[in-house]
């Protein structure tokens, strides 16, 4: 137990060093790096807990993976890059007017930043942490039926997205103001909601290799939730899109949204798996 905690501890801190470090030198717009520079005492804490959840999240699949070498490095590398980095800054690349200090080439250079710790410590991960069992059983895959459950899926997105806002708009005076303007600003209400459904479709179809990384059914759905409040968990990292007591208000209605959407998303496409 000491040995598991040290090393997935190293394996935090490389992914936090990494993680920042390529943060850092990215060669960013100077309106973004005004953007992004922030004097908040506790940023380095707060990326050192998204760098943990995310590391957590690698540990427990790499864990209770029946898939080895380069074949898991890969599926692993694909679901937390595209589930996480990808999918953050892609409705940004879209709307790069709401975020205009942000240019195509900082989305970019974002997405990069968070696919290189993937790199340098996922092999560390499978190293350390794959199980020396049979590999080999997997069951597999009815892909006809994809289509139809990322459909559902991308419906349950948009209600989640819709539920959460809606209870948010209950809880908190600072949320209704924010959301009410949002909206307004919004060109077509239509078009946002296919957006949104297109960002569900995107989010299920980004997790589904973990179905062949993984065999029990609590094992998917406990995965597909943790890589899920991970995209939530994001905006616990101070940033100048939003004010303070706004982050926290957004970091609940996301992280809240992202565990029903998970645990939904989860069910639906482990029925996947054939016998």
């Known amino acids: 137990m000491i040995k598991t905690v040290a090393k997935l501890m190293l394996c935090i801190i490389l992914?936090?060093?990494?993680?920042m470090a390529a943060s850092a030198v990215m060669p960013y717009s100077l309106s973004m790096k005004e953007m992004s520079s922030s004097d908040n005492p506790f940023l380095m804490l707060y990326m050192l807990?998204?760098?943990?959840?995310?590391?957590?999240?690698?540990?427990?699949?790499?864990?209770?993976?029946?898939?080895?070498?380069?074949?898991?490095?890969?599926?692993?590398?694909?679901?937390?890059?595209?589930?996480?980095?990808?999918?953050?800054?892609?409705?940004?690349?879209?709307?790069?007017?709401?975020?205009?200090?942000?240019?195509?080439a900082d989305i970019?250079?974002?997405?990069?930043?968070?696919?290189?710790?993937?790199?340098a410590t996922v092999q560390l991960f499978i190293k350390f942490f794959q199980l020396r069992e049979d590999l080999s059983m997997r069951n597999k895959i009815n892909y006809k039926n994809i289509p139809v459950k990322l459909g559902i899926i991308g419906i349950i997105y948009l209600c989640s997205y819709i539920l959460l806002g809606f209870l948010m708009t209950l809880i908190f005076d600072d949320f209704v103001t924010h959301y009410g303007e949002a909206i307004e600003n919004t060109?077509?209400?239509?078009?946002?909601?296919?957006?949104?459904?297109?960002?569900?479709?995107?989010?299920?179809?980004?997790?589904?290799?973990?179905?062949?990384?993984?065999?029990a059914k609590r094992?998917?759905?406990?995965?597909?939730?943790?890589?899920?409040?991970?995209?939530?968990?994001?905006?616990?990292?101070?940033?100048e899109l939003f004010?303070?007591?706004?982050?926290?208000?957004?970091?609940?209605?996301?992280?809240?949204?992202?565990?029903?959407?998970?645990?939904?998303?989860g069910n639906l496409l482990w029925k996947l798996k054939m016998s």
């Open 15 to 19: 992914y936090a060093v990494v993680y």
């Open 187 to 215: 060109p077509n209400v239509f078009l946002n909601a296919a957006i949104q459904i297109s960002r569900g479709i995107l989010y299920g179809a980004f997790v589904i290799p973990l179905l062949n990384i993984l065999n």
């Open 108 to 119: 970019f250079l974002l997405m990069l930043s968070g696919l290189l710790p993937l790199i």
């Open 49 to 104: 807990i998204y760098c943990a959840c995310v590391c957590f999240t690698m540990y427990f699949i790499i864990k209770h993976a029946h898939f080895s070498g380069m074949k898991l490095y890969l599926n692993i590398v694909f679901v937390m890059f595209f589930a996480l980095s990808f999918m953050t800054h892609i409705e940004t690349l879209l709307f790069g007017s709401t975020f205009f200090a942000a240019t195509k």
């Open 243 to 265: 004010p303070e007591n706004l982050r926290y208000i957004y970091l609940i209605e996301m992280t809240g949204a992202m565990l029903l959407f998970g645990i939904i998303a």
């Open 219 to 239: 094992d998917f759905i406990l995965s597909v939730c943790m890589v899920f409040l991970c995209a939530g968990i994001q905006l616990i990292i101070p940033n």
